[in-house]
Nanobody, 121 residues
Framework: VQLVESGGGSVQAGGSLSLSCAASGSTAGIMCMGWFRQAPGKERVGVAAIRTTGGGNTYYDPSVKGRFTISRDVAKNTVYLQMNNLKPEDTAMYYC???????????????WGQGTQVTVS
């Protein structure tokens, strides 16, 4: 499974950005995809995740709930993260992840993208 993120960039506080993550390869059976972020000197933490099968249950870290929205396009094997009302503390490298188990916001996903930088000033 290969994951390619896009959509990062720089924005002022209060602004919005949208991230995309396209999965390719042996994607049949992927159950969950998520977005994680890692700021310099800090651990990687789960931001949002979505079931890619069934009803598409979503999971959010409390720090982003109400500001970030994760969604999916099953036909395109793509997951999106819409980030609104961004804050400087949202600055981090954002990584997409996928797994064949519903890992929700756990960091033990098997497949990871290269990351895309989000900077909020």
């Amino acid at each position: 499974v290969q994951l390619v993120e896009s959509g990062g960039g720089s924005v002022q506080a209060g602004g919005s950005l949208s991230l995309s993550c396209a999965a390719s390869g042996s994607t049949a059976g992927i159950m969950c995809m998520g977005w994680f972020r890692q700021a310099p000197g800090k651990e990687r933490v789960g931001v949002a995740a979505i079931r890619t099968t069934g009803g598409g249950n979503t999971y959010y870290d409390p720090s982003v709930k109400g500001r970030f929205t994760i969604s999916r396009d099953v036909a395109k094997n793509t997951v999106y993260l819409q980030m609104n009302n961004l804050k400087p503390e949202d600055t981090a490298m954002y990584y997409c992840a996928a797994d064949f188990v519903n890992k929700q916001l756990a960091r033990s996903y098997d497949y990871w993208g290269q990351g895309t930088q989000v900077t909020v000033s």
